[in-house]
């Protein structure tokens, strides 16, 4: 309820300021845009406290969040400063043992140390909105004010470890199913029915959630499906340890085992590099599109060409809550297409990550068609043709009869050069790249190419449109393969180079693997199919100069008939599925070392890990010197979303800085 303009409104601190009412207290914590909880919120938390415990006539504290959020955890900024006091922890501590009743009117959202505050209250009450994680295995951590030892006490074990361990987010009826809250009601009745029950608490015993016991509960299933999405990271390991303390060891005790591992884990490697991309992923685009610049207004999203990739292209579109048109050459085509369309979304409505209102409504935006006039009515086409110059550039000329003039133009392309599509187009400062990576309704990356000729409001209105399709957009020049095919090629060409020099593809892969790789290198050749880039390197042997270093091995596996997975034998040979290591590709390899008169000499995986990660970090530092991308988190963020570099390591660029840093012991 807000004050009425009577009411004294007292500042505990620059971010907490609050007013008593019927005898209540109610605070609200302001630190916008999401409330993190930053020292000023610590303070002035604990000077409301005092108020409570000092004053007689004040009964009881109500404490909500301005704004959207309620709080979106502890302020990730002030995590390479030292603690200081008071901690998040002296705060729940502090709540909790209050004599007089807290309330948690939980406005919106509520995570990590938002959420710890929450569970130290005496009693929680949601509006509609909120919803409520504790995601710190994300940033490397664990729950360090009370998390893991409040949270199963109100939701038991299992729940608790799912909760922590994957890091995820639940609503505000799954968090009242569950037992983290009380009650949930609509966000105009919050701060009444908070005011409501906090009288009725007047005078009783608070309800102390570390008060309350743990039962013991089978976790083993939940335990191992966190574990076996670890990958490397140590943070979920802590996480279930630590919950799984709550039912073994006194609380308190737990509470300090708590503390201990997330004041380490906070200093951890793992730590730096996730708190490292948290903020590259937000700062991604800043530099390169200009913000004061007025975007373009967009509506309707033409795809021409409904395959593979524009499907997918379609289900983001849709999704963003665009008019999409879609376009093909036939009627028969464009019947596909349709098809091809709705099947995806039909896929995501059964795995209910689509509302059946939202599936008709996103049907209803969608026409595919055979004529391509009906494109007239888009503010942005995005072409998704087959990647050969001369396709693209005949639709690009057909497209520019039929398009308004300030319509923009998108192309697809992996590794054309988008200004000589713009060529066919009559105001080619409206023409830009935007390069899908494949599912593209599934794959967060987008790579937004700035031509030569593209103009400010075009790449800020593409760069918006990204955001509204849920992509993590990352603009960059133009030069072959763009930023991240331009790296993946100079990695690929330095693990085969090793190949000839005495490493085998399952040493290379497990090296990869154990470093965090979803997949090793030679693995995903061989699911993605070999026949593809053999294709291209066929096309480009005539212009590749003799004196430029090539391993004709991959193209020997192709020679020999092997296509990777889909044929049962690439890199591999495949029984059931199932990768295993195939003498006569080894025999292969040697056989070119041998033609090349190659000795053959072992590697190690740091090795292999060390040499493949500077041959990215030096790509990286060649597209920086060209101007090709803006950052060197933009690179790392192309890596870690589009190519499977663990996120935990920070992306290429990040690990060459930090070695960088401990060899020299400056930072770079
Ligand atoms: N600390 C500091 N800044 C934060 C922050 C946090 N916890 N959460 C978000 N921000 C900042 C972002 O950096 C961004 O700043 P910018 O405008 O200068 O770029 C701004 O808030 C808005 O963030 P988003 O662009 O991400 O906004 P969205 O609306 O897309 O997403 C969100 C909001 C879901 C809250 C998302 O920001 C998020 O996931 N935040 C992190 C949540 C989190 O991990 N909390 C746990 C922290 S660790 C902890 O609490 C430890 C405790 O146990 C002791």
Aim: proline share 4%; hydrophobic share 40%.
């Amino acid at each position: 309820m807000p004050a009425s303009s009577e009411t004294k409104i007292i500042h505990f601190s620059d971010a907490v300021s609050g007013f008593v009412d019927h005898g209540l207290l109610q605070v609200t914590i302001s630190n916008p845009p999401v409330n993190a909880i930053s020292a000023a919120i610590r303070e002035g938390l604990m000077q409301a406290m005092d108020m409570v415990e000092t004053y007689s006539v004040v009964h009881g504290l109500i404490i909500r969040g301005e704004g959207k959020f309620f709080a979106a955890g502890a302020d990730i900024r002030e995590f390479d400063l030292p603690p200081s006091e008071p901690t998040l922890p002296q705060v729940t501590a502090r709540i909790e043992a209050l004599a007089k009743p807290v309330i948690a009117a939980i406005n919106g959202p509520t995570l990590g140390g938002g959420c710890e505050v929450i569970l130290a209250c005496h009693y929680r009450i949601a509006s509609e909105t909120a919803k409520f994680g504790l995601p710190e295995v994300k940033l490397g951590l664990v729950p360090g004010a009370g998390g893991t030892q409040r949270l199963p006490r109100l939701t038991g074990l299992t729940a608790a470890l799912d909760m922590i361990g994957t890091g995820c987010t639940i609503s505000a009826q799954e968090a009242l199913k569950n037992g983290l809250i009380d009650e949930v009601v609509a966000p105009e009745n919050l701060m009444l029915t908070a005011q409501n029950v906090a009288k009725k608490l007047i005078g009783t015993q608070p309800r102390r959630t570390l008060e309350l016991s743990v039962k013991t509960e089978d976790t083993e299933q939940t335990a191992a499906k966190i574990l076996s999405k670890a990958r490397g990271r140590g943070a979920p390991s802590e996480a279930l340890r630590l919950v799984s303390l709550s039912a073994t060891l006194p609380a308190q005790q737990a509470l300090a085992e708590e503390r201990a591992t997330f004041l380490r884990l906070r200093e951890s490697e793992e730590a730096r590099a996730l708190r490292y991309v948290f903020f590259a992923e937000r700062d991604a685009g800043k530099q390169s599109a200009d913000s004061t610049v007025a975007t373009r207004k967009v509506t309707t999203i033409g795809i021409a060409g409904t395959g593979l990739m524009g499907s997918g292209i379609a289900v983001c579109a849709l999704a963003g809550g665009y008019q999409v048109i879609g376009y093909e050459q036939s009627e028969e085509a464009a019947l596909a297409g349709y098809q091809r369309i709705t099947a995806l979304l039909d896929k995501q409505f059964q795995t209910g990550r689509l509302s059946e209102q939202a599936l008709q409504q996103q049907k209803a935006n969608l026409s595919v068609s055979a004529d391509i006039a009906a494109l007239s009515a888009a503010d942005l086409v995005i072409e998704a043709v087959f990647d050969d110059l001369t396709v693209k550039s005949e639709l690009f000329a057909k497209l520019d009869k039929v398009l308004r003039p300030d319509a923009i133009v998108a192309t697809n392309t992996s590794y054309l050069n988008p200004d000589e599509l713009a060529v066919q187009i009559s105001h080619p400062s409206r023409v830009v790249g935007m390069h899908f990576f494949s599912p593209a309704h599934i794959m967060r990356l987008l790579e937004i190419v700035n031509c030569a000729q593209t103009v400010p409001d075009v790449l800020a209105t593409t760069v918006a449109v990204a955001k509204k399709l849920n992509k993590l957009g990352i603009v960059c020049g133009v030069c072959e393969g763009f930023i991240g095919n331009r790296i993946f090629s100079a990695y690929r060409r330095e693990a085969e180079f090793m190949l000839e020099q005495g490493a085998l593809p399952h040493e290379i892969d497990a090296a990869l693997e154990d470093y965090g790789f979803a997949m090793g290198l030679f693995a995903v050749y061989d699911m993605a199919g070999l026949e593809i880039a053999w294709a291209k390197r066929k096309r480009q042997a005539a212009t590749r100069s003799p004196d430029e270093p090539y391993s004709p091995i991959a193209d020997r596996l192709c020679e020999a008939g092997r296509f990777g997975q889909k044929n049962g034998k690439g890199w591999y040979q495949y029984q059931d599925g199932k990768r295993q290591i195939d003498p006569d590709v080894t025999t292969l390899i040697e056989t070119v070392r041998l033609e090349k008169n190659i000795q053959a000499r072992s590697f190690t995986s740091k090795q292999i890990i060390a040499q493949l990660l500077q041959v990215m970090a030096d790509e990286g530092t060649q597209l920086l010197q060209e101007g090709i991308a803006a950052s060197p988190s933009d690179i790392d963020l192309v890596l870690i979303n589009g190519y499977g570099f663990p996120a935990h390591k920070g992306g290429p660029m990040f690990t060459a800085a930090q070695s960088k840093t401990k060899t020299t012991g400056t930072s770079a």
